[in-house]
């Protein structure tokens, strides 16, 4: 890759898992009550057709990872699950109580902090009871994040039972001075021992999270990861860029220095080799920073332009609302997006209180709309069409002044009312999608808030 264009293009930028991004919503005109008419008209428009998505956060670790830029909360006390799965239930109630009808479940993922840092039985009751109060989509898919250190195969059973097919492993890198660096010491024997299990249970989809320019890291390392890698062939890979947001509260990345960290040529470099290796032994790439093998339903939504983008990243098939329950959780209603409480003890005061934990918010206009849809057809399918005056190019005629700079270093090309993204570009779909971000433009911060594009 031209460094030229590294350190053009190397600057800080969000990685739309939403638009707006969330430093940008409108909190001040947001309110609890706009939040829940949103997401009751969004149920009433596609919970029959399509269904919704529910995602679980379950914040707890027993120890602290130094890389990690997720809300948790550390401890060793497993009594804490109890307390948790009872509020997380009663927040579903709450939310049952504003649709106002059966939902019907199409995706559900439990995310973290560690999900199987709880029990397998304490799981089975939260889904157990979970899914008494719904329907099952016809294609559904639930999925989780394990830890190779603790997921056991009592975990790895009883999800299954419970209709998980799908499971991801946080493997980061195999070099011990690395995984030293980030408080994450992981044997490749761990991965392996949850990977072959998982398989012989009946996983259908295994994958395993990489990433590259973190602490120490060099380009051997990449490379000997993904030959490991390629032993257990995983059906899914996210290889994706070590985020550095230390300013962040709560954030746990400390126990190394700034410059500890590779060189934004480097760290580009890390990923483009990582990426010719993870080709060469049959992955695809899919979207930004997920490979897949042809046999994995996430190759399978690109073929067929299903692929979508929220908060839980990459998803085969698309709902229009989204539940976060749990701290921390982020909920998506197509018009609208709220975020849940930081705080456990907060939480649990306002569902006991019959309140949804809900703190933070943006309801989309207009405006808001047509950008997302733009930037979410770049990030699934590296292209965007002006063809439909729901979506008119007139409208955004700075947007256009900077897709042309994009042109001029030949990272996307225009064809009539449609621009796609070249593969020289893809590495860039962030400063890409940037050019549409006229929130951001609007208002530059005036401190650092998004990790580094490269």
């Known amino acids: 890759m031209c460094n030229a264009l590294v350190n053009k293009y190397n600057v800080a930028g969000p990685r739309y898992t939403s638009y707006p991004t969330v430093p940008y919503w409108d909190m001040d005109s947001f309110s609890l009550h706009q939040w829940k008419d949103s997401l009751k008209r969004s149920f009433d428009e596609s919970n029959t057709a399509e269904g919704l998505s529910l995602y679980i956060h379950l914040p707890f670790c027993e120890r602290l990872c130094t890389f990690c830029g997720c809300h948790k909360r550390i401890t060793k006390r497993h009594d804490v699950e109890s307390p948790y799965i009872k509020a997380v239930l009663n927040e579903w109630e709450l939310y049952l109580n504003l649709l106002g009808a059966k939902p019907v479940i199409k995706e559900l993922h439990l995310g973290g902090g560690t999900p199987t840092f709880f029990s397998p039985e304490n799981l089975r009751f939260l889904i157990s009871e979970l899914l008494k109060t719904a329907t099952l989509a016809e294609a559904y898919e639930f999925s989780f994040e394990g830890h190779p250190n603790n997921t056991t195969v009592e975990h790895l059973h009883v999800l299954y039972d419970l209709g998980f097919r799908r499971v991801s492993f946080g493997v980061q890198d195999y070099n011990l001075k690395v995984q030293k660096a980030i408080n994450r010491i992981q044997p490749f024997e761990n991965v392996k021992r949850v990977t072959d299990l998982a398989r012989k249970i009946g996983y259908t989809s295994v994958g395993h999270d990489i990433i590259f320019g973190l602490p120490f890291q060099t380009e051997t390392d990449v490379i000997e990861t993904i030959s490991k890698t390629e032993t257990l062939m995983p059906d899914r890979i996210a290889f994706y860029s070590y985020a550095h947001v230390p300013w962040i509260k709560g954030n746990g990345q400390r126990g190394f220095k700034d410059e500890d960290l590779p060189s934004g040529e480097s760290k580009r470099q890390q990923y483009e080799t990582g990426k010719l290796l993870l080709e060469k032994i049959g992955y695809t790439e899919i979207g930004m920073d ?109 947007v256009l002044i900077k897709l042309k700079e994009f042109e001029q270093d030949n990272l996307l090309e225009f064809l009539n009312k449609e621009i796609t993204v070249t593969e020289k570009g893809k590495p860039f779909i962030r400063n890409i999608c940037m050019a549409f971000d006229l929130l951001l433009q609007r208002k530059k911060p005036e401190t650092q808030l998004f990790s580094m594009t490269i």
């Open 290 to 398: 997920h490979f897949a093998l042809k046999s994995d339903s996430l190759y399978k939504a690109m073929e067929t332009e299903t692929l979508h983008r929220n908060f839980m990243g990459y998803t085969a098939s698309k709902t229009q609302a989204m539940i976060g329950l749990g701290v921390s959780s982020i909920s998506d209603s197509w018009y609208g997006f709220a975020q849940n409480v930081k705080s456990v003890e907060e939480y649990y005061h306002l569902v006991s209180q019959g309140i949804i934990p809900v703190y933070r918010g943006h309801i989309l206009n207009v405006e808001d709309l047509k950008i997302r849809k733009h930037i979410l057809n770049l990030m699934c399918n590296f292209n965007t069409s002006w063809q439909n005056a729901e979506m008119d190019f007139e409208e955004l005629p700075d």
